[in-house]
């Protein structure tokens, strides 16, 4: 998996107001206001604890303070452990906390120790992204929508499309991945050599860039899109007037803490 640099959160908290702005104008539901409907939750005065872990490659700088950004710029109670792992995890529980936030390499969780329910990043990352196009109301009676990259955030973006009743496209640079994809699901396979096609909704989830060409784009197309580094160049966004949701770990986070109230 890509790990976050702390560069790729260096401008994280003014990304998180402005994507909320910009989904609020695509979708008329403020990021938490779409939680809110997607999950059918709500918060409860929670006390989230954010635990800093060092396995693996270690602490990234800012990822804890942008877990708290997120917490605290929703309007809910968050603290940052002073200790990390097991000692960070004892902390948290001793002090009350409801919910936990803890990522190593492989996971990033988070787990309500009042109900049971636990949710994962890539999962409601996925699934998040995918809902904001879903209800963007310029696009509403165009169901088509493009996905590209197949992986463990793509995949649930590809399920939310279907349960949202999208016409789903699928591209990704293993063609393995995509036949497997289009043995499990009902998709189709988006083919720009063989048979070019445009979108108004396109969900990007890979670690390159550039892997949104200028055929796949119209002319106000929205791209949404969790992949780290941005998949479309500034290039294009200019000249189709692409609106872009990309934000690196705050929409994504939301998402979870929505998924386990
Ligand atoms: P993954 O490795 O499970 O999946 C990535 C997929 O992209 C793979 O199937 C791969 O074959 C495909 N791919 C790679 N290069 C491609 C290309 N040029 N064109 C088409 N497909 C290509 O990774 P993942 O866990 O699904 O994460 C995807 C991206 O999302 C990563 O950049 C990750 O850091 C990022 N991410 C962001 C957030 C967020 O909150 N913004 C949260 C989670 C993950
Ligand atoms: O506590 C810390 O500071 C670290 N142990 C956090 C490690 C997170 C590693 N995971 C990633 O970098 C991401 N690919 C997943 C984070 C979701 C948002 N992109
Ligand atoms: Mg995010």
């Known amino acids: 998996m890509a790990l976050l640099t702390p560069e790729d959160l260096a401008n994280m908290t003014n990304a998180l107001v402005e994507n909320d702005r910009l989904i609020t104008e695509l979708t008329d539901y403020s990021l938490d206001g779409l939680c809110r409907k997607i999950y059918g939750t709500v918060p409860r005065n929670e006390k989230i604890a954010i635990i800093p872990v060092t396995a693996g490659n270690g602490i990234i700088g800012s990822f804890s303070e942008s ?43 988070a787990h309500n120790l009042r109900n049971g329910k636990i949710a994962h990043n890539q999962i409601c990352t996925g699934r998040i992204y995918a809902e904001i196009l879903c209800h963007a109301k310029d696009y509403a009676d165009d169901k088509d929508v493009l996905v590209i990259g197949l992986g463990k955030v793509g995949t649930p973006a590809l399920e939310t499309f279907l349960n949202e009743k999208q016409n789903v496209y699928v591209f990704d640079v293993d063609s393995k991945r995509v036949d497997e994809i289009l043995t499990d699901y009902p998709v189709f396979k988006y083919d720009p050599a063989k048979e070019p096609k445009s979108f108004f909704k396109i969900f990007e989830a890979t670690p390159c860039a550039d892997t949104i060409c200028e ?29 872009v949701v990309s934000e690196p770990l705050g929409i994504g986070t939301l998402s979870m803490l929505y998924d386990v109230f």
């Not at 796949?216 to 780290?228: Q, R």
């Open 215 to 243: 055929s796949a784009l119209k002319e106000n197309s929205i791209v949404s899109t969790p992949g780290i580094p941005l998949g479309i160049s500034d290039e294009l966004i200019e000249k189709y007037k692409v609106r």
């Open 67 to 109: 877990l708290l950004f997120t917490v605290q710029h929703f309007g809910m109670d968050g603290f940052i452990t002073e200790n990390t792992d097991v000692a960070g995890y004892y902390e948290a529980v001793t002090n009350g906390a409801d919910i936990i936030l803890m990522a190593d390499d492989l996971a990033y969780i």
